[in-house]
């Protein structure tokens, strides 16, 4: 069964009929990273000065407010590296303490053992090379041995995480490469994503559309072999642009300072402070330019399943 779908909003109708509060926090513990990947959304934008991690204690006074607003789960992610903010094992063990639903994004090349629900190592190579094209820096067998020692840790300490590699696919030879090199890890999925580019003008080349078709086949053609090998939802909406962001609600983006952003990949773009006793009511009013949004985003699926269950429709009364 995949973790990697486009219809999870299915699980929350309770929410999508009313109530809505946000589903997932997003949470960067940092504001740096020990990569320079050329594709880093944050690299993109101009944001303030200074280095900064989320202290252990003012991680848990974030974490107590969206729980109490309704949040069911955490992704650590970036904005920066996760795993090398300072207290970063006190964070996780204080929410595996709580029975939080918790997941990370990271590049692992730190080496840590703790227990989430997930763990998607962005991979991106398969020699140190290529590597370092993706990633800007020379890390590839570091990260490799990081995934193995972790894969036999986690079958005795924690057997129910699931540990994937990511790799952001640009050709059918990358995708092939970067399987042969590492069809050997003991992972639970491997998935190949499409590159995400500000209005999606990346796919708008004819060429790069025609590739995508190629790489999608391609990869087909291993999950049919690979069961392990998933096909990243995203490839099916390369090309939808939103007019809005319809459910926005159900995410919310926590920076390293605390602030709420409109969405994780805005980091740009604060509407308020999780502590802010109406951050909620901030965050439903905030207004974004849909023409800067990562396309294609993971908010998509759930703004068209959104977007479908608000469409007005004509005598309704007779199905
Ligand atoms: S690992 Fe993530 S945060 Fe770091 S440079 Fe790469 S994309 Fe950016
Ligand atoms: S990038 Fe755009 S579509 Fe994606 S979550 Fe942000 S506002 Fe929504």
Redesign the pocket.
């Known amino acids: 069964m995949s973790n990697i779908t486009g219809d999870k909003m299915f699980s929350h109708v309770d929410r999508v009929a009313g109530d809505f509060r946000p589903i997932t926090a997003d949470i960067f513990l940092t504001n740096y990273c020990n990569n320079r990947c050329p594709y880093c959304t944050y690299a993109r934008w101009t944001l303030p000065n200074g280095t900064k991690a989320m202290t252990y204690e003012e991680f848990i006074t974030y974490a107590e407010k969206l729980r109490a607003i309704g949040v069911q789960g955490f992704i650590l992610t970036g904005g920066g590296e996760p795993t090398i903010c300072p207290d970063f094992l006190r964070i996780t063990n204080w929410m595996e303490e709580q029975g939080l639903h918790y997941g990370i994004n990271t590049n692992f090349n730190n080496l840590v053992y703790f227990k989430p629900d997930y763990i998607k190592v962005s991979l991106d190579g398969y020699d140190e090379e290529s590597y370092e094209r993706s990633r800007g820096v020379r890390k590839y067998k570091q990260v490799i041995e990081n995934i193995r020692a972790y894969a036999e840790w986690k079958k005795e300490n924690s057997p129910k995480t699931s540990l994937g590699v990511q790799f952001v696919a640009e050709s059918v030879e990358g995708v092939l490469k970067f399987y042969e090199a590492n069809r050997g890890l003991d992972v639970d999925y491997y998935s190949f994503r499409p590159l995400e580019s500000t209005g999606g003008s990346y796919y708008k080349d004819k060429l790069k559309k025609t590739q995508a078709r190629e790489i999608t086949a391609a990869i087909k053609a291993l999950a049919a072999k690979d069961s392990r090998v998933t096909l990243n939802f995203k490839w099916d909406l390369l090309e939808k642009q ?1 007019t809005t ?1 319809t ?2 609600w159900a ?1 919310i983006g926590v920076n390293e300072r605390g602030e709420v952003m ?5 980091p740009y773009q604060i509407v308020g402070h999780i502590l802010d006793d109406d951050i909620l009511e901030k965050k439903a009013q905030a207004q ?1 330019d ?1 023409s ?4 294609p ?4 699926a759930p ?1 068209m399943f959104v977007a479908q269950t608000m469409k007005q429709r004509k005598d309704p009364y007779f199905i």
């Open positions: 939103e962001c459910a926005q995410q409109y969405c994780c990949h805005k974004t849909m800067k949004c990562d396309i985003c993971r908010m998509t703004n």
